[in-house]
Nanobody
Framework: VRLVESGGGLVQPGGSLRLSCAASGYTYNMPCMGWFRQAPGKEREGVATLKWDGTTSYADSVKGRFTISQDKAKRTLYLQMNILKADDTAMYYC????????????????WGQGTQVTVSS
């Protein structure tokens, strides 16, 4: 399984970015997919997850601002990020897990290389 993120960059506070994650190397429906982030000196944290049935979950810090979605035909996962804040600055990772258990966890099996998001004026 290969996950390749794109779409990161430098944005001013209040701005928007859309991250993409192109997935390949599997033919089944991946039960869990998600976006995670890690800021310097901090632990990796979950940002948003998408369950196979379409159920989504978000960290409290991004609720109402971020939206996770998927284009199954293109095997691409997205994270639309609006009203960005300095605290959103981090390396963002796409992840996927083939296990049929809850998706709100961080021990996913497959990870992308990450894309940097920097929110600064």
């Amino acid at each position: 399984v290969r996950l390749v993120e794109s779409g990161g960059g430098l944005v001013q506070p209040g701005g928007s970015l859309r991250l993409s994650c192109a997935a390949s190397g599997y033919t089944y429906n991946m039960p869990c997919m998600g976006w995670f982030r890690q800021a310097p000196g901090k632990e990796r944290e979950g940002v948003a997850t998408l369950k196979w049935d379409g159920t989504t979950s978000y960290a409290d810090s991004v609720k109402g601002r971020f939206t996770i979605s998927q284009d199954k035909a293109k095997r691409t996962l997205y994270l639309q990020m609006n009203i960005l804040k300095a605290d959103d600055t981090a390396m963002y990772y796409c992840a996927a897990d083939p296990r049929w258990v809850g998706c709100q966890r961080t021990n996913y099996r497959y990870w992308g290389q990450g894309t940097q998001v920097t929110v600064s004026s």
